[in-house]
């Protein structure tokens, strides 16, 4: 795939990148939800922009950005991928879109009859992103994966901070308590629209947040 880029013309130009895009196009779905918002915006939406710090602004934005990750076939898929400024310091930023989409298996059932290379892939997102010894089988691997990629895509940028956020479009809050499981990890009490940081073992900042999209969009 190339890696030169072009300009969005609108929405629709956000559906050939999705995996399935005829089945995922839909109204009440994240993936036309996350395209109507950001469009709209015009930059960061505004739900986003709270959670990285004051006058926080977009550079340039990514849809269905995918990060490689190690020991696998499969790169982790980032809803959105921005790069963003707020004051001085640069942020790559990572957007986990959901309406009522569940987050996957934990990582206990991912692990199931796990291959060697699942076992490494698991090892190197603990490391990462510096979770601490204990079982994390209850915590769903897609949190993992989505904040490794914001970790990793942080790194190669050479960017101030990193940043994983959910964008829910979802007005009852679903799966909320998968991400405070997330959070809850690192040691991070979870809040809908709380800005949260957890400094990784690189002595990066690692920002964490779920934002409420607004229902507009569904």
């Known amino acids: 795939m190339s890696k030169i880029l072009t300009p969005s013309s609108g929405p629709d130009d956000f559906q050939q990148f ?3 895009p005829q089945k995922q196009w839909k109204r009440g779905y994240s993936a036309m939800a996350t395209a109507l918002s950001w469009e709209a915006a015009q930059g960061l939406p505004p739900e986003i922009a709270a959670l990285l710090g004051p ?4 550079l340039f934005a990514i849809p269905e950005h995918k990060v490689a990750l190690p020991s696998g076939r499969r790169e982790s898929q980032c809803d959105v991928f921005a790069l963003a400024r707020a004051g001085y310091e640069t942020i790559a930023l990572a957007v986990e879109a959901k309406v009522n989409e569940l987050f996957g298996p934990t990582v206990g059932e991912w692990m199931v009859s796990a291959s060697a290379g699942k076992a490494e892939r698991i090892t190197f997102i603990c490391d990462l992103l510096g979770l601490p010894d204990g079982s994390i089988d209850h915590v769903r691997y897609q949190l993992l994966h989505r904040t490794a990629a914001a970790v990793l895509e942080a790194n190669r ?3 101030d901070r990193a940043a994983m956020i959910v964008q829910s479009f979802s007005q009852e809050h679903r799966w ?10 690192l040691g991070i009490g979870a809040d809908r629209g709380t800005p949260l940081r957890h400094i990784l073992p690189s002595g990066k900042p690692l920002d ?3 934002s409420v999209g607004s229902s507009e969009f569904l």
């Open 18 to 20: 999705l995996a399935d």
């Open 55 to 58: 006058d926080a602004e977009l």
């Open 157 to 159: 940028f050479k960017t």
């Open 176 to 185: 909320f308590e998968d991400f405070a499981a997330f959070t809850a990890l």
């Open 208 to 210: 964490l947040g779920w």
